[in-house]
C-alpha cells in the first residue's frame, strides 16, 4: 500500500514570492490534515479535511493560506505571498476514521524563504 | 489552553533501557498517541493508548494514567537507530495535539 506522497521535497523561495504544496493521501482515508512544523517543535495542525469539506482551519491563517481538496482525495497547500516566518516543513497526513484516529505522515515539504 | 511537557533531550547508551516522560493538560481527552521522527523525516506511528495501563509492543512499551495527565514510553534494549525525536499527542476529539518532542541520542 503506497503511503502519504507529498510534493515538491524541498522549496526554496523569495519573500513575497507564491508557492504552493500538494499531498496524494492513502486510498481510502476519508480525512487529510495540513500540519506545519518549526524546527525542534512538534507538529501544529493548520486544517483538517473530511472528504471535501474544511472541518477545521482554525489555525490557518487565512490572510495569506489557503487550501483545497477537490473531489475530496488530492489537496494543495499554498502560501501567497510568503514571509520569513513562514520556513517551515508542511506535513500532509491521512487517517481513516478508524477505532484510534491513527494518522499516516507524510515526508512532508521543506520550505525555506529567504 | 492545551499544554503538553516532554523533556527537550535525552541520552542513553547502545543496550540501556531509556523512559520518556509527557504529561498533559488539554481541554478533553480521547487518547494519547506516540510517534517516532527521524530527522528529516515523517513521524511515524508507535502506540496508542486510551485507556489506563501499559501497552507493551516489542521493545517499546507505553503506559498512561489519565488522573494524573501522564504517559510514558519505555524503550528497551536501545539500538543505534532508535536516534530520534518522540513524540507525544493527545487526541482531543479529531485533533491531535502534539507536544514539541523528544530528542533521544543512543551513544555506542
Known amino acids: 500500500e503506497a503511503g502519504v506522497v507529498q510534493s515538491p521535497r524541498y522549496k526554496i523561495i523569495e519573500k513575497k514570492q507564491p508557492v504552493a504544496f500538494w499531498c496524494n493521501p492513502i486510498?481510502?482515508?476519508?480525512?487529510l490534515y495540513w500540519y506545519r512544523q518549526n524546527l525542534g517543535q512538534g507538529p501544529e495542525l493548520l486544517i483538517r479535511?473530511?472528504?471535501?469539506?474544511?472541518?477545521?482551519d482554525s489555525q490557518l491563517p487565512k490572510d495569506r493560506f489557503s487550501a483545497e481538496r477537490l473531489k475530496g482525495v488530492d489537496s494543495t497547500l499554498k502560501i501567497q505571498p510568503a514571509e520569513l516566518g513562514d520556513s517551515a516543513v508542511y506535513l500532509c497526513?491521512?487517517?481513516?476514521?478508524?477505532?484510534?484516529?491513527?494518522?499516516?505522515f507524510g515526508p512532508g515539504t521543506r520550505l525555506t524563504v529567504t | 489552553g492545551q499544554n503538553i511537557d516532554q523533556p527537550t533531550e535525552m541520552t542513553a547508551t547502545e543496550g540501556a533501557i531509556v523512559q520518556i516522560n509527557c504529561t498533559y493538560q488539554?481541554?478533553?481527552?480521547?487518547?494519547l498517541f506516540w510517534y517516532q521522527q527521524h530527522a528529516g523525516e515523517a513521524p511515524t506511528f508507535l502506540s496508542y493508548?486510551?485507556?489506563?495501563g501499559l501497552e507493551e509492543k516489542g521493545r517499546f512499551s507505553s503506559f498512561l494514567s489519565r488522573s494524573k495527565g501522564y504517559s510514558y514510553l519505555l524503550l528497551k534494549e536501545l539500538q543505534m537507530k532508535d536516534s530520534a525525536s518522540y513524540l507525544c499527542?493527545?487526541?482531543?476529539?479529531?485533533?491531535?495535539?502534539f507536544g514539541t518532542g523528544t530528542r533521544l541520542q543512543v551513544f555506542p
Open positions: 486510498s481510502g482515508h476519508n480525512t
Open positions: 497526513a491521512s487517517s481513516d476514521r478508524g477505532e484510534s484516529y491513527e494518522q499516516y
Open positions: 499527542a493527545v487526541r482531543v476529539w479529531d485533533k491531535l495535539i
Open positions: 479535511y473530511e472528504n471535501e469539506e474544511a472541518v477545521d
Open positions: 488539554t481541554s478533553g481527552f480521547n487518547g
Open positions: 493508548n486510551v485507556l489506563d
